[in-house]
């Protein structure tokens, strides 16, 4: 069994650095999610003020708390932020956009409360 010091540890960060692991990988699923949702720039997402965007984070973050474990893993689990944005984008359209569905259905009245927001 390999035994833990301080120079296997220093070894295991120096190839997480040299293979160019994002520190993002190691960011929790909620952390990956909002992340993502705040990237977006052209987007009916971007358009919302501040607060009304945290709510469709923490909305859509509520709807995902019920994604399998395995597939917030493969979001999380995405080398770079463009690959977890890619496998987030995966994961919510797969089986006819289900997730996309369900998270439509509990927080679309944050994108359109307020005034047109939702009506480009």
Same mark, same amino acid.
């Given at each position: ?12 960060? &120096? ?22 949702? +705040? &990237?977006?720039?052209?987007? /009916? ?9 945290? *709510?469709?984070?923490? =909305?859509? +973050? ?10 917030? /893993?493969?979001?999380? $689990?995405?080398?770079?932020? &463009? *690959?977890? $944005?890619? /496998? ?5 359209? *797969? +089986?006819?956009? $289900?997730? *996309?569905?369900?998270?439509? /259905? &509990? =927080? ?13």
């Amino acid at each position: 069994m390999l035994k833990r010091t301080p120079v296997s540890r220093t070894a295991a960060a &120096a190839l997480l650095m040299l293979t160019g692991a994002s520190p993002t990988f190691a960011a929790d699923f909620p952390t990956v999610v909002a992340n993502i949702m +705040n &990237a977006q720039t052209d987007s /009916r997402l971007a358009s919302l003020d501040p607060a009304r965007k945290q *709510e469709m984070i923490a =909305c859509v +973050n509520g709807v995902l708390s019920k994604l399998p474990n395995g597939k917030k /893993r493969f979001v999380v $689990e995405g080398a770079s932020f &463009a *690959e977890q $944005e890619s /496998r987030f984008g995966q994961v919510v359209k *797969e +089986n006819r956009a $289900e997730w *996309e569905q369900k998270i439509a /259905r &509990a =927080c679309a009245s944050i994108v359109v409360r307020g005034g047109g927001i939702g009506h480009r």
